[in-house]
């Protein structure tokens, strides 16, 4: 940064009055920092007046001009691979050509005696299979039905006859509890009642 009362670059572009410049003149050669900082403006302007003049751009240059366009056979690969309507075409066609060539240039197979089968037959077998199936699958099933059935009968029965053991014991303790009672007072109506008198 430069101490000078005036801008150095003033000085050095003669945009400064007579008197101005005189002022700078003398205070650039006592002082060092100015000095050096004239030296530097001197360059920079000596490079920049080196370089060749080039004319300004018009404008930018954008994707869409001609130069980056692809070249026609790119432009119709791409329309080709990007369009699905055109490409199911030709895949139908490529199909349709190899079924023709197929077609017509392989061997004829060798043409063998076909006995035709004998459907009743055929039908008859298939039906008492499906049958078989049928009541085994049926046999099954009320294997297993039966064998829920069992089960269920037997939990019910044992929970039954928990349930009337249960009762039992419970009627037989009220009983000897009425027993009880019924003796107490008895033994109690034969200790307060007069003696009968005989006759």
């Given at each position: 940064?430069?101490?000078?009362?005036?801008?150095?670059?003033?000085?050095?572009?003669?945009?400064?009055?007579?008197?101005?410049?005189?002022?700078?003149?003398?205070?650039v050669?006592?002082?060092?920092?100015?000095?050096?900082?004239?030296?530097?403006?001197?360059?920079?302007?000596?490079?920049?007046?080196?370089?060749?003049?080039?004319?300004?751009?018009?404008?930018?240059?954008?994707?869409?001009?001609?130069?980056?366009?692809?070249?026609?056979?790119?432009?119709?690969?791409?329309?080709?691979?990007?369009?699905?309507?055109?490409?199911?075409?030709?895949?139908?066609?490529?199909?349709?050509?190899?079924?023709?060539?197929?077609?017509?240039?392989?061997?004829?197979?060798?043409?063998a005696?076909?006995?035709?089968?004998?459907?009743?037959?055929?039908?008859?077998?298939?039906?008492?299979?499906?049958?078989?199936?049928?009541?085994?699958?049926?046999?099954?099933?009320?294997?297993?039905?039966?064998?829920?059935?069992?089960?269920?009968?037997?939990?019910?029965?044992?929970?039954?006859?928990?349930?009337?053991?249960?009762?039992m014991?419970?009627?037989?303790?009220?009983?000897?509890?009425?027993?009880?009672?019924?003796?107490?007072?008895?033994?109690?109506?034969?200790?307060y009642?007069?003696?009968?008198?005989?006759?």
């Open positions: 940064m430069s101490c000078s009362p005036f801008d150095l670059r003033d000085y050095l572009l003669d945009e400064l009055a007579e008197e101005n410049r005189r002022q700078v003149d003398q205070h050669r006592s002082c060092g920092s100015c000095h050096e900082e004239m030296e530097r403006l001197r360059i920079t302007q000596t490079t920049l007046l080196a370089l060749r003049e080039e004319e300004i751009p018009q404008r930018i240059g954008f994707v869409s001009d001609k130069v980056f366009e692809p070249s026609g056979v790119r432009r119709v690969w791409r329309a080709f691979w990007g369009s699905a309507p055109r490409l199911g075409f030709a895949s139908a066609a490529m199909l349709s050509g190899a079924l023709m060539f197929f077609t017509f240039f392989r061997q004829a197979p060798a043409v005696s076909v006995v035709p089968p004998d459907t009743l037959r055929i039908e008859a077998q298939v039906a008492a299979r499906v049958n078989t199936a049928v009541e085994r699958a049926v046999a099954e099933s009320e294997a297993r039905q039966a064998g829920k059935t069992a089960a269920l009968l037997a939990a019910a029965e044992q929970r039954f006859e928990s349930q009337r053991l249960a009762d014991l419970n009627v037989e303790q009220r009983l000897t509890v009425l027993q009880k009672h019924y003796n107490v007072r008895e033994n109690l109506m034969a200790r009642e007069p003696p009968r008198e005989m006759k």
